[in-house]
């Protein structure tokens, strides 16, 4: 496939993954996930969220420190929902960098491309997120899994096809 189409093809599956982080009901945490399987095809969605079962209450929600250890992240949803297609697959995250959690599953599922945002630490003094997120992209580089940054800003439609 020629770059350039490989290039549009990544923005429409990171467009999809921004799409699918709408559906999260975490007033502060959107992120969404799309796992192409080994030939490129699309296998599972993700999103971030409490497990099945689990009501989606506001105060859970709003508890920092509850929610965390009772979120699934959009990447593991995926994960879950693809079993062993993951394999050789790419993965597209919208919404935050890649945690070291999630990292550390796309790694034993054996996916081989993460698509997803650049960690900036440095623009983001504030945030564990863009910190931990540079520690995932050093356990991708570790294990020969390919890490593409594309830039949110980049999403924009023009008669109604992403570019």
């Known amino acids: 496939m020629k770059k350039e189409t490989a ?3 990544d923005r429409r599956y990171f467009g999809l993954a921004k799409q699918i982080s709408r559906w999260s009901k975490d007033p502060k945490a959107k ?3 799309v796992l192409l399987d080994r030939r490129g095809w699309p296998i599972a969605l993700g999103y971030n ?5 689990i009501e989606d209450d506001i ?3 709003e508890d920092g420190k509850l929610k965390n250890q009772m979120v699934v992240h959009a990447e593991q949803n995926a994960l879950l929902c693809s079993g062993t297609r ?26 081989k491309r ?5 960690p900036d630490p440095v623009a983001n003094p504030d945030s564990d997120t863009h910190t931990q997120g540079i520690v ?3 356990m991708f580089r570790e294990a020969n899994i390919e890490f593409v940054a594309l830039d949110p800003a980049m999403l ?8």
């Open 59 to 61: 105060e859970k929600l």
């Open 114 to 118: 993460v698509v997803g945002i650049q």
């Open 156 to 163: 924009i439609r023009k008669k109604n096809v992403l570019k």
């Open 7 to 9: 290039d549009l093809w």
């Open 31 to 33: 992120v969404g996930a």
């Open 86 to 111: 993951a394999r050789a697959g790419t993965i597209y995250v919208f919404g935050k960098p890649v945690c070291p959690r999630c990292a550390v599953l796309l790694i034993q599922a054996g996916v």
């Open 49 to 53: 969220g409490f497990p099945a079962g």
């Open 136 to 138: 995932s992209i050093d």
